[in-house]
């Protein structure tokens, strides 16, 4: 059974940092291209960035690059996101996801963790 569970989400103020964990089980993670994804209040799913199975390629939406990072650890299985100079738009549920492939669509996804910026 695959397994992604999110932790490491919470209260943050305006330009502070966070990061967030996922723990995957239950596949072949090393060969799984991962992905975090988040959904605002009222919005669609939005695609963050992408990761391939080895770490050696990754991929932004405009809205995060350059303040959030996408790492894994395959001997751990697990999936990170650095979040910087965060914003109140980033405020969201946030997920942890594998893809069929890379690029591609939502395979599976996990639970989430919440992720509010505010003063």
């Known amino acids: 059974e695959v397994q992604l569970v999110e932790s490491g989400g919470g209260l943050v103020q305006p330009g502070g940092s966070l990061r967030l964990s996922c723990a995957a089980s239950?596949?072949?993670?090393?060969?799984?291209?991962m992905s975090w994804v988040r959904q605002a209040p009222g919005k669609g799913l939005e695609r963050l960035s992408i990761?391939?199975?080895?770490?050696?390629?990754?991929d932004y939406a405009d809205s995060v690059k350059g303040r959030f990072i996408i790492s894994r650890d395959n001997a751990k299985n697990t999936l990170d996101l650095q979040l910087n100079s965060l914003k109140t738009e980033d405020t969201a549920m946030y997920y942890c996801?594998?893809?069929?492939?890379?690029?591609?669509?939502?395979?599976?996804r996990g639970q989430g963790t919440q992720v509010t910026v505010s003063s």
């Open positions: 239950g596949f072949r993670f090393r060969d799984s291209v």
């Open positions: 996801a594998k893809l069929y492939f890379y690029d591609g669509p939502l395979n599976y």
């Open positions: 990761i391939s199975g080895a770490g050696d390629r990754t």
